[in-house]
């Protein structure tokens, strides 16, 4: 869980970053004045050339200087020049109600916390700004191409390069609505909201607590037992168990049968015992052990009788 948010703060922090492009792209389309370039087609000491924008209009001088105003020169923009950047205000203030929030949805990714309102309402919101964006965007261009040159007056139109960058935003905006689109897919999937915790059916996402005094009755093998290393071939047979003690009954068979039992403690290291050296001897069987055997008498002293603690008894 931990990289699905992580990847998906990377996504969301690449959309973002998109978006910041295009809002200053935006913004400075509408602050210059130079979305096309006018000049009078008939020389002499009337000609005139300059810049436009939806506000205002510069005229070029002598030496390098430059005024602008609306009165300037005999050069008069079309209406659906003004209309175009009325628009395309609309589009930069769009684009950066969908920066403030990507913020905040990232915010919500990073903390998995609600900040300002619902993550499921930010990204629906997000797409809807893309969206209108690139309308907007659209709707820019098409006004600000109504202007053509104004053979009245003897001039010719050029476009400028604010023209160029509403261009370029209608790329950046559609590129935005399809990553906007995308989020909102994610977030509508189970576990899309971080905000929410996530559910998680297979568990394998949970948090586990380990119950030593659990006894697991299934088994892997179709038997039901497990076959062991040893010269009888014949699987262990399980008897009961508590939570610490684990007694496992086997059969030998070698130089005879027996049947024991091995009980193992592995909260208690210090009651294993180490094995026997291995012998090449022939080994005799010792059925009747016993650790609690009682001591002899043989004319008239205590014999204790000993008892070889091993499987077998080399002779």
């Given at each position: 869980?931990?990289?699905?948010?992580?990847?998906k703060?990377?996504?969301?922090?690449?959309?973002?970053?998109?978006?910041f492009l295009?809002?200053?792209?935006a913004?400075?389309?509408?602050?210059?004045?130079?979305?096309?370039?006018?000049?009078?087609t008939?020389?002499?000491?009337?000609?005139e050339?300059?810049?436009f924008?939806?506000?205002?209009?510069?005229k070029?001088?002598?030496?390098?200087?430059t005024?602008?105003?609306?009165?300037v020169?005999?050069?008069?923009p079309h209406?659906?020049?003004?209309l175009?950047?009325?628009v395309?205000?609309?589009?930069?203030?769009?684009?950066a109600?969908?920066?403030?929030?990507?913020?905040?949805?990232?915010?919500?990714?990073?903390?998995?916390?609600?900040v300002?309102l619902?993550?499921?309402?930010?990204?629906?919101?997000?797409l809807g700004?893309?969206l209108?964006?690139?309308?907007?965007?659209?709707a820019?261009?098409?006004?600000?191409?109504?202007?053509?040159?104004d053979?009245?007056?003897?001039?010719?139109?050029?476009?400028?390069e604010?023209?160029?960058?509403q261009?370029?935003?209608?790329?950046?905006?559609f590129l935005l609505?399809?990553?906007?689109?995308?989020?909102?897919?994610?977030?509508?999937?189970a576990?899309?909201?971080?905000?929410?915790?996530?559910?998680?059916?297979?568990?394998?996402?949970?948090?586990?607590?380990?119950?030593p005094?659990?006894?697991d009755?299934?088994?892997?093998?179709p038997?039901?037992?497990?076959?062991?290393?040893?010269?009888?071939?014949?699987?262990?047979?399980?008897?009961?168990?508590?939570?610490s003690?684990?007694?496992?009954?086997?059969?030998?068979?070698s130089?005879?049968?027996?049947?024991?039992?091995?009980?193992?403690?592995?909260l208690?290291?210090?009651?294993?015992?180490?094995?026997?050296?291995?012998?090449?001897?022939l080994?005799?069987?010792?059925?009747?052990?016993?650790?609690?055997?009682?001591t002899?008498?043989r004319?008239?002293?205590t014999?204790?009788?000993?008892?070889?603690?091993?499987?077998?008894t080399a002779?």
């Amino acid at each position: 869980m931990a990289e699905s948010n992580k990847s998906k703060a990377l996504y969301s922090s690449g959309v973002a970053c998109l978006g910041f492009l295009a809002f200053a792209l935006a913004a400075a389309a509408v602050a210059l004045p130079l979305w096309g370039y006018f000049e009078s087609t008939s020389g002499g000491p009337g000609a005139e050339r300059g810049y436009f924008g939806p506000w205002t209009t510069c005229k070029e001088l002598l030496y390098g200087r430059t005024k602008c105003g609306e009165n300037v020169s005999r050069f008069r923009p079309h209406g659906a020049v003004k209309l175009a950047g009325y628009v395309a205000a609309l589009n930069s203030l769009c684009l950066a109600f969908f920066c403030i929030l990507s913020i905040i949805q990232l915010s919500m990714i990073v903390s998995k916390d609600k900040v300002v309102l619902k993550y499921t309402s930010a990204v629906t919101a997000k797409l809807g700004l893309a969206l209108l964006s690139t309308m907007f965007g659209i709707a820019t261009a098409g006004l600000f191409a109504l202007q053509t040159d104004d053979r009245a007056n003897d001039f010719i139109v050029k476009r400028g390069e604010s023209f160029y960058i509403q261009v370029v935003l209608i790329v950046l905006t559609f590129l935005l609505f399809i990553g906007a689109l995308y989020d909102m897919l994610f977030a509508r999937r189970a576990g899309g909201d971080p905000t929410i915790a996530s559910r998680d059916p297979s568990g394998n996402d949970a948090t586990t607590y380990n119950n030593p005094g659990f006894r697991d009755k299934r088994s892997t093998h179709p038997g039901g037992s497990v076959s062991v290393t040893d010269a009888s071939g014949k699987p262990y047979a399980h008897s009961g168990t508590n939570g610490s003690m684990a007694t496992l009954s086997t059969t030998l068979s070698s130089n005879g049968s027996t049947t024991g039992s091995i009980t193992r403690s592995p909260l208690r290291s210090s009651l294993k015992k180490p094995r026997p050296a291995a012998n090449n001897g022939l080994g005799i069987q010792n059925p009747g052990f016993s650790g609690t055997s009682p001591t002899l008498s043989r004319n008239g002293s205590t014999v204790k009788k000993v008892r070889i603690q091993t499987h077998s008894t080399a002779v």
